[in-house]
């Protein structure tokens, strides 16, 4: 090293040791005292004044301008007092370890996201995990930060569906990367390891993957919220667990899973700031299998979380609907799945994380760009190409429809390990799109997708089972794989197997654990199992305590999202103590709108409906045994029924025995 260049090393603010005498205090060769004089300012030792106070300024710029680059010039091999500090860089500010003095960029979060919560204090995943069982968790999420929301959720709960175990190794190699893929802690962290980043070195986040929790939650609205939720952006849909491991490594340097978690917080050079954090125990997660009801109790810390952004508050109308509701979902009639984006604005995924595109050899693709997708397929990417194939299975995208075509993608999406692909191609298979029907050869897509906890893979196999289609028929099957679909979060599955609990086939009837799976699927946007638990709280069944204000909120859900019945149903309640005659005159609106009879009918005797009702016989005979067998509610229809059709005499005996037993709407019709 030149002996300016041992002086400028010596100029560091604040320097640790003092300034060497041999160059502070030189004469000799060194002796240009302005020079000396500004290196030497800012240390701790005190120096000679005829030294420290000269007064000769830079006057010159040249000098200042030759001085300068020299400065620059060995200022790079400059180094502290210990051997590591003598080739740690100095370290950054908080924006140059950001990245923000190359590229400024500042990456929002999209609609759904995927980051990974390994850098999380243990009392802040003990805060998530607490929240996680008390309701649906929400966040505030952008490229400014990740809070999570403590007296803010949502009314709701997550299930578990086991996967066989997964295990990755996801190497962050600069600051962009560490701050998209960990929202939470990544700035400080990378700006506390951002010079070590610069020289190669990485962090390293090994993964054990043993299953996913989920809600069924699907969308949730800005007004669905509950408790103090100023700055929410998104709700947790779902995490994955097992166990985790992060710590500081080196680009090149090529470590499993099991090295990672075996190798200690020590070792680590002093020249690098090390970060460690790790939860989960190795040796607990080895106990998982894909058919546990519940992870082991050392291998359920959250690694990766499943966001997705909370919608504006819904729109409220008073115009009733003009044309009738779609029929409910069903995983027999289950569409194509898209992949969803998880990843920030700008960045794409690949190997585990988010990073740049220009980073990843191949990447997830857009999933509405077909011409992307093609283009990732090719270069090996198996999401890409699953992404393709439902793409032009459905025509999106920009891409023609091609269903031949989108049965090789899927194909080779599946054959390469992508879970949403078996599922697809599971689904052209069954319905013989692109090519001959293989009923077998879907469910084994079902099988190796729910293997993997892909709900809709679990609900689509447990469909084929209770259909017996391309596997024979088995109720019992059907239950354990329609279950295994809703814990997993597939909201269609929880309203099937709810109504098959409650009626007890393929298991035993099980009260409890029905309701809770038709909650569920309410919650996930099934209307029609709104109103199937509607029902029971308004007294369908002496199983279910009866509740009047929770089954009128039922019934109004189910409206709001299509299912005609719901309307009916909250007509009904809004006429009787504590409700509104205006709701119930829009309720039975709405319903009539959506051709239900029975609101049809109330709306023409209590409001002055003009639409002509003519009861089905069938229904009508299922209503009259029914009021036989106790049932007020079908009393009350099959009296407001036959007044509507002009028959209040027949009607006469059904509503005064509703009437007597407290049924609103035969009251209300009585009157008339």
């Known amino acids: 090293m030149t002996l300016l260049g041992r002086v400028v090393c010596t100029a560091k603010a604040p320097v640790v040791r003092p300034c060497p005498r041999h160059l502070c205090h030189s004469t000799g060769a060194f002796s240009f005292r302005p020079l000396r004089r500004l290196l030497c300012m800012g240390t701790k030792r005190r120096y000679p004044r005829a030294i420290m106070h000269l007064r000769t300024p830079f006057r010159s710029p040249l000098v200042a301008l030759v001085l300068s680059a020299a400065a620059g010039f060995v200022l790079a091999s400059c180094g502290g007092g210990t051997p590591g500090e003598q080739i740690r860089p100095k370290d950054q500010t908080f924006a140059g370890a950001m990245g923000e003095t190359s590229s400024g960029s500042c990456h929002e979060p999209e609609s759904g996201a995927e980051p990974l919560v390994v850098d999380w204090k243990p009392e802040q995943r003990g805060d998530l995990e607490v929240l996680m069982k008390d309701g649906v968790a929400v966040v505030s999420y952008s490229c400014k930060g990740f809070k999570l929301l403590k007296d803010c959720k949502v009314d709701g709960k997550y299930g578990f569906l086991g996967m066989s175990k997964k295990e990755q190794v996801v190497k962050l190699t600069n600051a962009d990367e560490v701050k998209a893929n960990l929202p939470l802690a990544g700035a400080g962290i990378a700006a506390n390891i951002g010079a070590e980043m610069q020289r190669g070195a990485t962090l390293d986040v090994a993964l054990i993957m043993i299953g996913k929790v989920k809600t069924t939650w699907g969308k949730v609205a800005a007004d669905e919220l509950t408790g103090e939720c100023d700055g929410a952006t998104h709700f947790v849909k779902g995490a994955t667990v097992g166990a985790f491991v992060m710590e500081t490594g080196a680009k090149g340097e090529a470590k499993t899973a099991a090295q990672l978690f075996g190798a200690g917080a020590s070792g680590g050079s002093s020249s690098t700031k090390n970060v460690r954090n790790q939860d989960g125990d190795l040796s607990d997660c080895a106990k998982a299998q894909p058919d546990s009801p519940k992870a082991p ?219 809770d799976f038709l909650k569920r699927a309410c919650d996930g946007g099934q209307a029609r199992s709104c109103v199937d638990l509607g029902d029971l709280y308004d007294g369908a069944s002496k199983d279910v305590p009866k509740n009047p204000i929770l089954a009128k909120m039922l019934y109004q859900r189910g409206c709001f999202r299509g299912e005609a019945k719901g309307c009916t149903g909250q007509g009904r309640l809004e006429l009787g103590q504590g409700g509104s005659q205006d709701s119930a005159k829009r309720a039975f609106e709405m319903a009539c709108m959506r051709f239900d009879d029975l609101g049809c009918a109330a709306q023409k005797v209590l409001f002055g409906g003009t639409r002509p009702v003519v009861p089905k016989p069938a229904e009508m005979m299922e209503l009259q045994k029914a009021c036989m067998s106790g049932s007020m509610r079908d009393c009350a229809a099959a009296g407001t029924l036959q007044v509507a059709a002009g028959q209040k005499a027949i009607a006469t005996a059904s509503l005064d025995r509703a009437c007597i037993a407290g049924d609103p709407l035969a009251c209300a019709v009585k009157k008339k």
């Open 297 to 515: 109790a050392q291998c359920q810390a959250i690694v990766r979380l499943e966001l997705k952004a909370i919608l504006p508050k819904a729109a409220k109308t008073e115009a009733p609907p003009t044309e009738k509701a779609a029929p409910p979902p069903d995983p027999k009639a289950a569409e194509v799945a898209t992949p969803q984006t998880s990843c920030p604005k700008g960045l794409v995924f690949a190997d585990g994380k988010c990073t740049e595109p220009s980073s990843a050899p191949a990447f997830q693709c857009k999933p509405s760009d077909a011409t992307e997708c093609l283009d990732q397929c090719g270069k090996g990417h198996a999401g890409s190409c699953g992404a393709a194939g439902a793409l032009l299975a459905s025509g999106g995208g920009g891409a023609s429809k091609d269903e031949a075509k989108a049965r090789e993608l899927l194909g080779k999406g599946c054959d390469g390990g992508d879970v949403g692909s078996c599922t697809n191609l599971g689904l052209i298979l069954m319905k013989g799109r692109g090519g001959a029907k293989d009923a077998a050869g879907a469910v084994k897509r079902f099988e190796k997708a729910c293997g993997e906890a892909d709900a809709l893979g679990c609900g689509l196999l447990g469909a084929a089972y209770e259909s017996g289609d391309g596997v024979s028929k088995d109720e019992k099957q059907a239950v354990t794989f329609l279950q295994k679909g809703c814990e997993g979060g597939h909201e269609a599955s929880c309203g099937v197997v709810g109504k098959m609990l409650f009626d007890g086939r393929g298991a035993t009837k099980d009260v409890a654990k029905a309701t």
